[in-house]
């Protein structure tokens, strides 16, 4: 079960993402969720405040997950980079509509909140990557020290241009396949792909 301020958060994602921040009204907003527009005022004060709000959330996520991943000794520094390659791409596939928000918010938001908080968060996972390199390097599992910022662009940058061209390439390979059998290849192969640019990168060798 999803709480009433979730709830709101969803809706307003949804119609965010299909109209952006300026063309998305509070009473859209309270339609699309079943409150009353009050509501929205209630929990979030405003509908910047809201659309504030949503950013964290959803950034935060991701910020809980990688802090568990450089915790866990039962997983060399290879396996903890695989999993945040998983993490990340489930979470670019499942969350379409917050990461084409967020692709729009990084080229035209004037927000100054959402603009540290972006670039907060994008720090903390170059942080994560680089302690992560630098422990794999001293223990061996990696023989390569790539710019960690490139590291960064690659994985992100890779995923964000595959996903938005999604349609191009099923057009392009002429898949006649329904769009959830379609995603599930894509995705794995995304994954895949991005695992094994990784790999040289890094200079990993999974069975030296």
């Known amino acids: 079960m999803i709480s009433k301020e979730e709830n709101i958060l969803f809706a307003a994602e949804k119609l965010f993402a299909e109209k952006g921040f300026e063309g998305t009204s509070t009473r859209e907003i309270a339609k699309s969720a079943n409150v009353n527009i009050s509501m929205i005022s209630y929990y979030f004060g405003s509908k910047e405040k809201l659309y504030e709000k949503l ?3 959803r950034m935060s996520e991701g910020q809980f997950f990688s802090k568990d991943i450089l ?4 997983i060399n520094e290879w396996e903890k980079i695989e999993k945040i390659v998983d993490q990340f791409a489930g979470k670019v596939r499942h969350n379409k509509c917050f990461y084409r928000i967020m692709q729009r918010e990084q080229l035209y938001t004037e927000n100054p909140h959402i603009v540290e908080f972006l670039k907060e968060t994008k ?3 170059i942080a994560m990557y680089s302690k992560i390199l630098e422990s794999g390097l001293e223990k061996g599992v990696f023989t390569k020290n790539p ?5 960064h662009s690659t994985v992100s940058g890779t995923l964000f241009y595959a996903s938005n061209a999604k349609e191009m390439y099923k057009e392009f390979l ?3 396949d329904d769009e959830d059998v379609f995603d599930e290849k894509y995705y794995t ?3 895949k792909h991005i695992k094994y640019l990784l790999k040289d990168l890094l200079g990993y060798e999974e069975n030296k």
């Open 189 to 191: 192969e995304l994954n």
């Open 71 to 74: 915790e866990r000794t039962d």
């Open 174 to 176: 002429n898949d006649t």
């Open 123 to 125: 720090m903390g996972f």
């Open 147 to 151: 710019p960690i910022y490139m590291l």
């Open 55 to 57: 950013v964290e959330y």
